[in-house]
Structure formats: structure tokens, C-alpha cells
């Protein structure tokens, strides 16, 4: 069974789509997050969820929408794609404490085209 | 805020040699530290941790001391191997988010 698992693991859609990608973990953690990471491997924190609750939104535009139906599921919406959505996003999930790791997802490879 | 400084590659290495990877952060607290890899077409995966001044994080071969005087992290290995190859990233964590580094590209030669 896979920790962290994200769907789809290819996304290639043409500009001013919509599209979702789904996260699902079983680790039991109370965290999860939405990280954006561009050609030169860059990692931008997007979103971070608590047990449903968000507790980190940053400065992305409001095209994107993260939802949480649950402890275990964390999915990012996108609106009306762009050319500059193009990247790989992770999924992350971290037991509670500040001392703790995250664990990763495989990422989701969006080619907007 | 909190940031993360960390060498940049690409490192090009033969087989067996030492490995360094410079690592520096800048925190207002007392942050965990962290080393990531990164295989290609893969997640990052944690590598090794330290969560308070002076404790060393050890894993396959690989460490890193936590050094709040020169506040740094710095990768180590004695003798790497073609696997090996891979990104390697630093983080630190205050609080419920993490700081990543840019990155650091190893490729080792046979």
C-alpha cells in the first residue's frame, strides 16, 4: 500500500482547462500540504491543511483551490489553466510535531499546453 | 523569515569519493533540520533529520550535524556510490511548514 498516493501521476491539458488532482494517505498523519515544484526543482509551499482545517494558504492565485473531504484526502483544484501551471505538484503529509518529516507523494507532472 | 541556503550544483563526483554538500539556514527559533533526496521521476524522501544543536542525523552511509554556532547543516559521505545520484535538498522547520533549499544535483561516476 502506498503512503502517500496522487492521481494522476501525468497531466498534460490544454490552456484555460479545469482539472483536479486527488492525494489519499493511510498514514494516519494530521497534516497534509500542497507543494509546487518548477523545472529547476524549486519547491514552493502552496497549501496545508490540519485535519481538515487550512492553516497555510499562500500567495497562489485564487484559480487555485485546495479541498480536504477528510483527514485523508487533500485535492487541488485548477481553474482556467495557464502555461506558467506547468510544473510538478506534491502531496505531503507530516505527523503531528514540529520534529517530525514529511512524507512525499510521486508528484503530479501538469504539462498545460 | 526563515530561509535556506545551500550549494549549488551540479556536483559531478567518481565513485567512492567524499561527498560535501554546504548547507546554511537563517531561523529566528530553534528549527528541526533536514536532508531530502530526490530520485529522478520520484518524490523526495527524508534522509535524515536533527532537531536541536549539536545532534547529528545519520542514514545509508550519509550525515549531517546540526552546528547552531556557524548555523549549519553540511551533508556528508564518506565514499558514494553511482546510486547515489540523485537531488539533494536541506530544510528546516519552526512550525507546521517546512523551508526547502534550491536544491543540490549529485551525479556520480562510475
Known amino acids: 500500500d502506498t503512503a502517500v498516493s496522487q492521481t494522476p501521476k501525468y497531466l498534460v491539458t490544454q490552456m484555460g482547462n479545469d482539472k483536479s488532482i486527488k492525494c489519499e494517505q493511510n498514514?494516519?498523519?494530521?497534516?497534509m500540504y500542497w507543494y509546487k515544484q518548477d523545472s529547476k526543482k524549486f519547491l514552493k509551499i502552496m497549501f496545508s491543511?490540519?485535519?481538515?482545517?487550512?492553516?497555510i494558504n499562500e500567495t497562489v492565485p485564487n484559480r487555485f483551490s485546495p479541498k480536504s473531504p477528510d483527514k485523508a484526502h487533500l485535492n487541488l483544484h485548477i481553474n482556467s489553466l495557464e502555461l506558467g501551471d506547468s510544473a510538478v505538484y506534491f502531496c505531503?503529509?507530516?505527523?503531528?510535531?514540529?520534529?517530525?518529516?514529511?512524507?512525499f507523494g510521486s508528484g503530479t507532472r501538469l504539462t498545460v499546453v | 523569515g526563515d530561509s535556506v541556503t545551500q550549494m549549488e550544483g551540479p556536483v559531478t563526483l567518481s565513485e567512492e569519493a567524499f561527498l560535501t554538500i554546504n548547507c546554511t539556514y537563517t531561523?529566528?527559533?530553534?528549527?528541526?533540520l533536514f536532508w531530502y533526496v530526490q530520485y529522478p521521476g520520484e518524490g523526495l524522501q527524508l534522509l535524515l533529520k536533527?532537531?536541536?544543536?549539536?545532534d547529528k542525523g545519520s542514514n545509508k552511509g550519509f550525515e549531517a550535524t546540526y552546528r547552531k554556532e556557524t548555523t549549519s547543516f553540511h551533508l556528508e559521505k564518506g565514499s558514494v556510490q553511482v546510486s547515489d545520484s540523485a537531488v539533494y535538498f536541506c530544510?528546516?522547520?519552526?512550525?507546521?511548514?517546512?523551508?526547502f533549499g534550491a536544491g543540490t544535483r549529485l551525479t556520480v561516476k562510475p
Open positions: 505531503a503529509t507530516r505527523a503531528a510535531g514540529g520534529t517530525n518529516g514529511y512524507t
Open positions: 498514514l494516519g498523519h494530521d497534516t
Open positions: 491543511y490540519n485535519n481538515k482545517e487550512l492553516i
Open positions: 531561523a529566528t527559533g530553534y528549527p528541526s
Open positions: 536533527a532537531t536541536k544543536a549539536d
Open positions: 530544510a528546516l522547520s519552526e512550525g507546521p511548514d517546512m523551508r
